[in-house]
């Protein structure tokens, strides 16, 4: 039974190899090997996680044979290359996706089961890499699954930060963090490669010289170098053989770090330089969409972009390649500007380095990158101070300085020296102090810059990036975000994956358009019961997983209406609190009335620094312990905090959502991506027109999504014309009631000083505009109601949302990246 690959998961059929077959009997055969001749352990002293060891290291032998074709394959077939850079990676547990995407979850279960050992079990037990913040991480990690799935050849690059995002627990409501030692019992998924590694400087000065042909050169003599160690994870695609690498860079002392104090005995300097030298990798920067002008920060970025670039011109040249032909093995996706550095440091590695004269190193590099932007707040544009930047990096600053002297020559020109348009495109920004603009930069440096939804991609050009678009209009492009249905579907929801593969087959997996063949089958009322039976089951699990964490009990009957995402006023989850208050008061005015019963669901991470983020975590969970304990109430509404946000936490919330709440303020949000998620397992959105909600809701229909708020348009009408919260509030007395109710400190114990900071935001300068969209929100809450008292339209409604959320596929978005942007074509590997 195990000579032949029973799983049926398409590969060209070849004979099971007795070491890294699929079978049960091989799998089990593995296990045990793994757990004797690697760890030394046998079945009576062997523990849970020495078992999930043996696991993961028998499915990584699996997916290393896969790898080295890929690799073999890649190199002897000289095939181009795309390289992205990213400072963030949120991949999520390993385990479980790689294997769905083998094909040998059914496989393994049983082998597991043979053994004893409860898979599931050991699945829980997975430590996530959690080296992302967010949104912007996790995109990255669904591109890396789909490149992989369409077998582009690419490379994945980063840092493998010893500590990612912080653990956050809650206590007497409040956030408090935790350090994420992800590494402490060790990562199964890596190989790291000790031989592979690059000396990076920081600090000192620049030389200049004429070389003996009268050339003039420049050396940079710096303060300090440092090590970068490459750390190799395999990334598999979907049932096919193509296995991509993630190279993650750690921070290390070069091997003759301060020899010279040692050798005087001086053991603290030594140890000191070493300590500087690791702490570069050490920890991830827990902010999103706001900057922290720090020159550790500054130093990460540097370390992990040229530690990249210098990897990909060795791959290049290895290849037996000219350097001059750069630009057409490799390009370069800049994920956000934080590798925007890239830039100046190719220029260097090509002119200091390679030798390349400056019009030449222009064109390769002009020709590598690509820019995607991931905001539309105008802070989070990333600036460095500039004699911070010099500090650091004092040859980048002179290549700065030139590109920006060559730039501003070509501007005046064509902008007939418009001086405030050519200030506002410099690299260069001036006031009290001289700073460097990051985007700017990745502008300029790129041949093509992207936004993330279509919405977002026309605001670039007419706000942030307005002035780049004008003079470069060609360069601007729209690359919808999408996410991968392996994890999202095949993987977070078995039970609807396999509801749905029962009537339309397994297609969908890799063609998510073919979800528009469920359709029809709104129609059925068997399905539909079906349907809600697997939202049920998915709440209840949910449900059991809240009593566990929080003790509290909440009805798997009742409507969950979720919002889950890092915590930021413009994403407005005060907003939301807004709208409970408002019902826990109308349910207090009249104990007696109907209500559909509710549980709302929040979870998500604020920045450590970011105080009024903070504040609105204490205020959710301070109404939460009002509202949840009132016996007016009855447990008609409960309210949830779900603590320590993350993609393990996420997979389980998404499949049991009912409500998806995406109540940002219009033009705030670029593209949102968990919108997509909870829309595809069949949650229905109450969203404002931002981000990629216009397009979902395009797809889903109208009268499937609800809609409401200012659109970006008028936001931007309202505030130039002064936007005024207090008339909202005088004129609206829910509303008002609500203000003064959180201001009196009944839900803080009567202390009324406690959220002051927040309702004084919201009462005199709201950025976010809560007022303004208030009633707006209330009025669609009511309907989000009354659909659901009707559970067999609500059930239509959720299979509609499910079966046209076909386009929203990151495989849809790496095909537009991948035919618009890089030109890279796929590369089938082929197994010997
Ligand atoms: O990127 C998010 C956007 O807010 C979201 O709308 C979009 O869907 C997603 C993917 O395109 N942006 C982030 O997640 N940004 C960060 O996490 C971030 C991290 C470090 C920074 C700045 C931003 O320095």
């Known amino acids: ?131 992302g913040n967010g949104g912007l991480g996790r995109l990255a990690a669904c591109y890396m699954d789909s490149l992989a799935t369409l077998e582009v050849p690419a490379i994945g ?94 921070s290390e002392a070069p091997h003759s770090f301060d020899f010279q104090s040692f050798n005087a005995g001086d053991y603290n300097s030594a140890v000191n330089s070493k300590i500087i030298c690791e702490n570069i990798s050490k920890v991830l920067y827990p902010n999103d969409e706001q900057i922290e002008g720090k020159r550790l920060r500054l130093q990460q970025q540097y370390f992990f972009v040229s530690c990249s670039l210098q990897d990909m011109i060795g791959i290049h040249l290895r290849q037996g390649e000219k350097i001059h032909d750069f630009h057409k093995k490799f390009v370069v996706q800049l994920n956000d500007t934080h590798p925007a550095i890239g830039v100046a440091e190719l220029m260097r590695l ?25 905001t539309l707040l105008p802070e989070a544009l990333e600036t460095w101070d500039l004699q911070l930047f010099g500090s650091v990096l004092p040859r980048h600053l002179q290549l700065i300085y030139e590109i920006n002297r060559r730039f501003v020559d070509y501007a005046t020109i064509k902008l007939y020296g418009n001086h405030q348009k050519i200030s506002s495109l ?113 709440k209840k699990a949910l449900a059991k997983r809240i009593k566990k964490r929080l003790g509290v009990d909440v009805d798997p009957n009742s409507m969950f209406d979720i919002l889950v995402k890092r915590i930021h006023e413009y994403k407005r989850q005060h907003l939301k609190v807004l709208h409970i208050i408002t019902l826990y008061n109308q349910i207090k005015k009249n ?38 304990n009132d016996p007016d109430i009855n447990g008609r509404i409960k309210v949830v905090f779900y603590p320590n946000y993350n993609v393990t936490n996420a997979q389980k919330i998404y499949p049991a959502a009912d409500v998806s709440e995406q109540i940002s303020t219009a033009g705030k949000e670029a593209s949102g991506t968990g919108n997509m998620k909870l829309s595809l397992n069949g949650a229905l959105t109450v969203g404002t027109l931002d981000g990629a909600n216009v397009e979902i809701r395009e797809c889903v229909g109208e009268e499937n999504f609800f809609l409401f708020g200012l659109t970006a348009d008028e936001v931007a009408k309202v505030k130039s014309e002064g936007y005024k919260p207090w008339d909202y509030y005088s004129e609206n007395p829910n509303l008002k009631e609500v203000i003064d109710q959180i201001n009196s400190g009944y839900f803080s114990h009567l202390d009324s000083k406690v959220f002051k900071e927040l309702t004084d935001s919201l009462l005199y300068d709201d950025q976010y505009l809560l007022f303004a969209d208030y009633q707006s929100y209330i009025d669609t809450q009511a309907k989000v109601e009354e659909a659901f008292k009707d559970q067999d339209k609500w059930a239509r409604m959720s299979i509609l949302n499910t079966a046209r959320m076909g386009k929203f596929s990151s495989d849809r978005s790496i095909r537009e990246y991948c035919d618009e942007i890089w030109k890279v074509e796929s590369v089938p590997v082929t197994l010997d």
């Open 1 to 131: 039974a195990d000579a032949t690959n029973g799983n049926g998961n398409g590969h060209s059929p070849y004979l099971e190899d007795s070491r890294t077959g699929l079978g049960v009997d091989t799998l089990k055969r593995a296990i045990r090997n793994n757990l004797f001749y690697v760890q030394g352990k046998f079945p009576e002293i062997a523990t849970r996680n020495d078992y999930y060891m043996a696991i993961a290291y028998a499915v990584r032998d699996r997916l290393l044979q896969r790898w080295v074709a890929s690799v073999k394959q890649y190199i002897q077939e000289k095939h181009r290359v795309v390289a992205y850079l990213s400072a963030e990676y949120l991949l999520g547990p390993h385990l479980a996706n790689n294997l769905i995407n083998l094909g040998i979850y059914k496989e393994t279960e049983q082998a597991c089961k043979e053994l004893g050992l409860d898979l599931e079990w050991l699945i829980e037990k997975e430590v996530e890499p959690g080296l």
């Open 157 to 250: 690059y980063g840092i493998r930060y010893q500590f990612g995002i912080f653990e956050q627990d809650i206590r007497d409501g409040w956030q408090v963090e935790d350090t994420d030692n992800w590494l402490r019992r060790g990562n199964p998924w890596e190989i790291a490669r000790r031989e592979l590694s690059y000396d990076i400087k920081f600090g000192g000065y620049v030389q200049t010289y004429l070389d003996r042909a009268g050339k003039l050169c420049f050396n940079w003599i710096p303060e300090l170098v440092v090590k970068g160690v490459a750390y190799d994870t395999p990334i598999l695609g979907y049932k096919v053989n193509t296995a991509n690498t993630l190279r993650l860079w750690k």
């Open 350 to 374: 090509l002119m200091d380095v390679h030798q390349l004269e400056w019009e030449e190193a222009w064109d390769i590099t002009s020709k590598t990158f690509a820019y995607t932007n991931h």
């Open 426 to 538: 410099s690299l260069i920004g001036e006031g009290p102090r001289k700073y460097i603009k990051m985007a700017n930069l990745a502008c300029l440096g790129s041949f093509a810059i992207n936004g993330v939804a279509a919405l977002h991609s026309e605001l670039l050009k007419k706000t942030v990036l307005k002035d780049w678009y004008e003079l470069m209009p060609h360069k601007f492009q729209n690359k919808t975000n999408g996410v991968t249905p392996r994890r999202w579907m095949v993987l977070a929801n078995p039970e609807l994956t396999n509801l749905i593969s029962g009537k339309i087959g397994e297609g969908w997996i890799k063609n998510l358009h073919e979800l528009k063949q469920l359709e029809p089958f709104a129609d059925d009322p068997e399905f539909r019961k079906e349907w809600m039976q697997v939202k049920f089951n998915k």
């Open 591 to 628: 104990p007696s009335m109907d209500v559909v019963p509710r549980t709302f669901i929040f979870a998500g991470k604020a920045a450590p620094g970011y105080r009024k983020a903070k504040l609105m975590i204490k205020l959710i969970n301070s109404v939460g312990e009002i509202v949840n």
